[in-house]
């Protein structure tokens, strides 16, 4: 089966200017988060979505960052304007529902540089 | 903050031996579970262990949770050189499947 696809992999901007990311979800799953990895550290969760519906956004700095996922599969992620301290790995990662491992799989991840 | 955080920071063994990683949380918790992230990828499920199991056997991986210390171990057996990469407990407070990971443990096996 397909795994999370992410695009692009990497992306080099400076500070003030926006950026976005892509996710692709495997097919069938759900639910479906960001994950901010700053360099040396573990994810933090962004946002969690169900469907199109969002779960848990309490981690998101809402002033830059936006997200959505208008048709419950793919998701796109958002930062206007950009600072230095958003560098990291952005990880896009899907579950389903009612697995009892409750597994997530995770995509290659966007590696940003803000410069 | 991170609610978990891995000790130790950084392991390095020689091929064939053990590796134990350790993870402590905060607050009470519905499972844990444990990552593995190779250099420059995306993180892999290994296993999850439930508030009320105590020790979990997956292949060469034993995991063990202490929620009375809420403390957790990861046992790699055996290790090999392909074994080599972070390893991230994530913890589950709310039963949504939310995870809220540790700062990992860096594995260096050396052949």
């Known amino acids: 089966e397909a795994g999370v696809a992410q695009s692009p992999r990497y992306k080099i901007i400076e500070k003030r200017q926006s950026v976005a990311f892509w996710c692709n979800p495997i097919s069938g799953h759900a639910t479906l988060y960001w994950y901010q990895q700053i360099l040396g550290q573990g994810p933090k969760l962004l946002i969690q979505f169900q469907n199109n519906g969002v779960v848990d956004d309490s981690q998101l700095p809402k002033d830059r960052f936006s997200a959505e996922r208008l048709k419950g599969v793919d998701s796109t992620l958002k930062i206007q304007p950009a600072k230095l301290e958003d560098s990291a790995v952005y990880l896009c990662a899907s579950s389903l529902p009612l697995d009892p491992q409750e597994t997530q799989y995770f995509g290659p991840g966007t590696r940003l540089l803000v410069l | 903050s991170q609610q978990g955080e891995e000790d130790p920071q950084a392991l390095s063994i020689q091929e064939g031996e053990n590796a134990t990683m350790n993870c402590s949380y905060k607050?009470?918790?519905?499972?844990l579970q444990w990552y593995r992230q190779n250099s420059g990828r995306g993180l892999v499920h290994l296993i999850l262990i439930r508030s009320n199991e105590r020790e979990k056997h997956s292949g060469r991986l034993r995991v063990t949770l202490d929620t009375s210390k809420k403390s957790s171990s990861l046992l790699i057996t055996a290790s090999r050189a392909a074994d080599t990469a972070s390893y991230f407990c994530a913890t589950d407070r709310t039963g949504a499947n939310n995870l809220f990971f540790g700062t990992g443990t860096r594995l260096t096996v050396i052949p």
């Open positions: 607050t009470s918790i519905n499972n």
